[in-house]
Nanobody, 126 residues
Framework: QVHLVESGGGLVQAGGSLRLSCAAS????????MGWFRQAPGKEREFVAS????????YYADSVKGRFTISRDNAKNTVYLQMNSVKPEDTAVYYC???????????????????WGQGTQVTVSS
């Protein structure tokens, strides 16, 4: 079992920055990669970014490439999502997720992840 807790969400103006955190506990040593997803009202949950625990490999959705950065602190079992130059369309509930099965970082589907956090709301005002 892996327990994930997101934090850092809030209200930010367009063009501003926000950093999300995801603290992992439990069988974290078994997890291969971590991902961030988001879900806006009335829309499906979509992939944002992913990172492997053991390598520097990262992967981003085209919509956030160049603006968002995913990183990890293995000693703290924590994954971060630095969000810069945010836009109103970035407004969503952001979820982190743990992948226990795949050996690649480019896992972009929700069913590719095994554990999920409760989410943190990000609202970008125009």
């Amino acid at each position: 079992q892996v327990h994930l807790v997101e934090s850092g969400g809030g209200l930010v103006q367009a063009g501003g920055s926000l950093r999300l955190s995801c603290a992992a506990s439990g069988r974290t040593f078994s997890s291969i990669a971590m991902g961030w997803f988001r879900q806006a009202p009335g829309k499906e949950r979509e992939f944002v970014a992913s990172i492997k625990w053991s390598e520097s490999s990262t992967y981003y959705a085209d919509s956030v490439k160049g603006r968002f950065t995913i990183s990890r602190d293995n000693a703290k079992n924590t994954v971060y999502l630095q969000m810069n130059s945010v836009k109103p369309e970035d407004t969503a509930v952001y979820y982190c997720a743990a992948d226990m099965r795949h050996t690649i970082v480019e896992v972009t589907t929700t069913w590719g992840y095994d554990y999920w956090g409760q989410g943190t709301q990000v609202t970008v005002s125009s």
